[in-house]
């Protein structure tokens, strides 16, 4: 016998070993799958994400500049400029269970300006939810943000909770974010 057709018997007989170890299995049968939970009314997640408004900055809202007195825009005269820069939203069914509320967090920052003093300052923040031209919800939310006296610049977190999206708004509904002027 020749060292090809010998390795060829082996690999023939290794084969039949665990085809017969196999038919010999002692191993438990599988479980039969548990029975699908019952469907329940409401909104599943799916559903509600592709519901859930985008949140967008409008751009033309968020940057703005305070001078005193009001008017004299000079350099000199700055007291305060506000930005917003990075915002998430999250949706959530009403307990009504008719709409959505959004709930919304934007990052600003507040640098002070050559008039600017260490204290409370309040920066008015629009939130709309627009469905192409018509406004659905509008509101000015007051930000009270806390000017420190070293550095005078800080940045703060806004947030706007339960915001009323109702379920026949459109795919082109957004929520729009900007600093109120």
Request: hydrophobic content about 40%; glycine content about 6%.
């Amino acid at each position: 016998m020749s060292f090809r057709q010998t390795s060829r018997l082996t690999s023939l007989s290794a084969i039949a070993l665990i085809a017969v170890l196999s038919a010999c299995s002692t191993s438990k049968p599988e479980p039969e799958p548990a029975p699908a939970l019952p469907v329940t009314p409401g909104m599943n997640l799916t559903a509600m994400m592709r519901l859930c408004p985008q949140a967008m900055l409008d751009d033309d809202d968020t940057f703005n500049r305070v001078y005193s007195p009001a008017g004299a825009e000079k350099p000199e005269n700055l007291v305060y400029q506000t930005s917003l820069t990075d915002f998430s939203r999250a949706c959530t069914v009403a307990p009504t269970q008719d709409g959505l509320l959004v709930q919304l967090s934007v990052a600003g920052r507040l640098v002070g300006g050559p008039k600017a003093r260490p204290g409370v300052y309040k920066v008015p923040v629009r939130v709309e939810v627009v469905s192409g031209s018509t406004a659905l919800y509008d509101q000015v939310i007051t930000k009270e943000v806390t000017l420190p006296a070293d550095g005078l610049s800080t940045q703060f977190l806004f947030e706007a909770s339960n915001i009323p999206v109702p379920v026949t708004a459109g795919e082109n509904t957004r929520v729009r974010v900007g600093i109120a002027k």
